[in-house]
């Protein structure tokens, strides 16, 4: 791929806004790409969107400090299949780190034996992942190599759990690791001053070195590592995604000052990392951090007033991880392709949705012969062509839109606090912050337009108490056609939506059910996840925006009566989230699971009694104010 490959010159692109972010931190070339690619390869990268993959996007992003959240694109299947592939060895890391890391106690011989078992597994998995990275181009192979590494060293990790290798295996692999990625030993690096962050397959690099050193006899070297790897939540980085790695690194910590006599300290490191956690209201490495503070508390009998009740948290967490068949002692998806969609599949669905010949559709792009070759798997097409391709079925054609239009990561930044705003409700900073943010954006994009429209548009609901559904469905709408000129409620289903243009959808659903329309409320929601279970990402995945529909739909079915399919879609909503890590409505969806089971009339008041104190405490826990009045508020319906 070249420069020269690119149709148009869009000021608004990924590439623009990593190198935005990186001349903003006075980074170079070479700090940005060192020990994974070229600094000519990050240059052209900065100039051409098409010159990288989905995983180098989201690496560089990490290094700057920014959610990988904040764009959605297409991609190839073959970057798909490896993702998936990712995802399922890391379902067996995580079992590792339950089995090998998170016990206490002297492991049993099921438990050895199951580590081995495990650990084999890894081991074939990680060959074959490794073969399919020979069939996929244009893809950053170092940090694909970084990640197979991470994998090695819980393969390592469960066989010396096993004893069936050294005990300073793990030490070494990962200390190879890190010296070919940046040619300096570790504990020497982490003493230099550095400008870039760490993306999180490294800082899982720097957890499993500090474990190696520790099972290694080595525990002032891992104390080392891992202080250095906690003082990072402080450098910046989106809060909710420093707890996918960053948690367990402050669980290992606080235990290995805990055991060299520094209690206060192992406290006040444990504590901090469980604040976080409920700040960023993430699950990441949560429970076993406050099964950690317990421990520490009684052993120092400090706070035993409070001991009660923490067990009881930790108890329904511990109850609700077991139910929905979630493992909470692993690092969980360290990334993610929820804001992803493979662009030859699209294309497809949509051609023939519109009852488009594959010779219509290619008239003027390429010949129906090589377009039908193409929908085959026979023939490869450049994105100069799918592009095209893509625009004339109505879809976007840019491989890469950001949610906002901005090169600069200040945007971003309030993007993302303004988002975190309007979830927790706090509409006074919320607005603030929006008016602020207009004055950053470039009025002339329609897809910033649109943000700043389905915001005001919210805060005038909020501030203003318009009750007028009408009124409010119709400013929706009009943002809507910002990005979506042919919008109709009708072709909900035969559209990729946007995460903006989803919540507008999810909008004027609640509008229809406040007009007293509860039918076509449902409708709708069912017409928006049903475009993104189309497709094989939407199916296998909960994006961002089909969340949003999922969660809104089990509400609305409640309200004509359907209580068990609302049932159904509550249960599965919350698995979804926690398997993600993700804490971010699980106490909305089992308030439903209990108001569905009373109103259903056939559950015994135990069990949605039981719903009801979970979703309280949970929202007690993660400090959901509005939510934890409306609960008390029914509290003698639900407890009486």
């Not at 940046?182 to 870039?196: F, G, L, N, R, T």
Request: net charge neutral.
């Amino acid at each position: 791929m070249t420069l020269n490959d690119v149709e148009e010159d869009l000021p608004y692109t990924m590439g623009r806004l990593i190198a935005g972010a990186r001349n903003k931190k006075n980074i170079s070339l070479e700090e940005l790409s060192q020990g994974v690619m070229s600094a000519e390869d990050l240059n052209f990268i900065e100039k051409d969107d098409e010159y990288a993959d989905k995983t180098t996007w989201d690496f560089l992003l990490g290094r700057l400090g920014i959610s990988p959240l904040i764009y959605e694109c297409y991609v190839e299947q073959e970057e798909y299949d490896l993702f998936k592939a990712r995802k399922e060895m890391r379902e067996i890391s995580n079992q590792i780190m339950n089995i090998g890391l998170m016990s206490n106690e002297s492991l049993r011989c099921e438990d050895t034996a199951q580590l081995k078992l495990l650990a084999d597994q890894l081991e074939k998995r990680s060959q074959k992942y490794a073969a399919l990275l020979n069939n996929v181009k244009n893809i950053t192979a170092a940090i694909h190599q970084i990640f197979l590494a991470n994998m090695k060293g819980y393969v390592i990790l469960a066989k010396q759990r096993g004893e069936l290798c050294k005990a300073d295996a793990l030490k070494l692999h990962m200390e190879s690791e890190w010296k070919r990625i940046y040619s300096s030993d570790a504990v020497s690096w982490i003493q230099k001053p550095h400008k870039v962050l760490m993306a999180v397959y490294e800082q899982e690099m720097l957890f499993l070195l500090a474990q190696g050193y520790e099972e290694s006899g080595e525990s002032e070297k891992a104390i080392q590592i891992l202080t250095w790897l906690w003082e990072q939540r402080k450098r910046g980085g989106d809060p909710e995604e420093n707890t996918r790695v960053l948690s367990f690194a402050a669980w290992k910590l606080a235990a290995l000052e805990w055991n060299i006599n520094r209690q206060e300290k192992a406290m006040e490191i444990c504590q901090e990392a469980i604040d976080r956690s409920i700040q960023a209201e993430s699950f990441r490495g949560l429970l076993p951090l406050l099964k950690q503070r317990l421990f520490f508390e009684k052993q120092l009998k400090w706070n035993q007033e409070e001991w009660d009740e923490q067990e009881k948290t930790i108890g329904m967490i511990d109850e609700l991880f077991a139910e929905f068949q979630v493992n909470p002692y692993g690092l969980f998806a360290l990334t993610t392709f929820e804001n992803a969609r493979i662009a030859d599949e699209i294309i497809q669905i949509r051609r023939k949705e519109q009852n488009l010949t594959q010779t219509k559709l290619s008239e003027g792009i390429l010949e129906p012969e090589s377009y039908s070759r193409f929908e085959c798997g026979k023939r490869k097409l450049r994105w100069k062509k799918k592009k095209k391709l893509l625009e004339r079925l109505g879809e976007r054609g840019n491989k890469v839109s950001l949610l906002l239009e901005s090169t600069d990561p200040d945007v971003v930044e309030e993007y993302q606090r303004i988002m975190d705003c309007s979830y927790r409700e706090k509409y006074d900073l919320m607005k603030e912050k929006v008016y602020r943010l207009e004055g950053m954006l470039d009025k002339k994009s329609e897809i910033n337009r649109q943000f700043l429209m389905h915001m005001k548009n919210n805060l005038d609901i909020r501030f203003f108490q318009i009750f007028d559904s009408n009124k409010t469905k119709d400013k929706r709408q009009e943002a809507i056609v910002q990005t979506v000129s042919q919008y109709s409620e009708v072709g909900i289903s035969k559209h990729c939506w946007s995460r903006t243009e989803t919540a507008l959808i999810k909008g004027i659903a609640n509008d229809y059910r406040e007009l007293g329309e509860p039918k076509i409320a449902i409708s709708i929601l069912r017409k928006g996840i049903k475009s993104f279970e189309k497709e094989q990402i939407g199916r296998e995945n909960t994006c961002p925006g089909k969340g949003l529909l999922l969660e809104h739909l089990a509400t609305y079915l409640g309200d004509v009566e359907a209580y068990e399919e609302a049932i159904l879609y509550a249960k599965k909503e919350i698995k979804v989230i926690m398997k993600c890590g993700s804490a971010k409505g699980v106490s909305d969806e089992l308030y439903e699971l209990a108001w569905n089971g009373k109103e259903k009339g056939q559950v015994k008041p135990k069990l949605y009694k039981k719903r009801y104190l979970q979703a309280l405490n949970l929202s007690i826990l993660f400090q959901e104010r509005e939510f934890i009045i409306f609960l008390k508020e029914r509290e003698k319906k639900y407890c009486k």
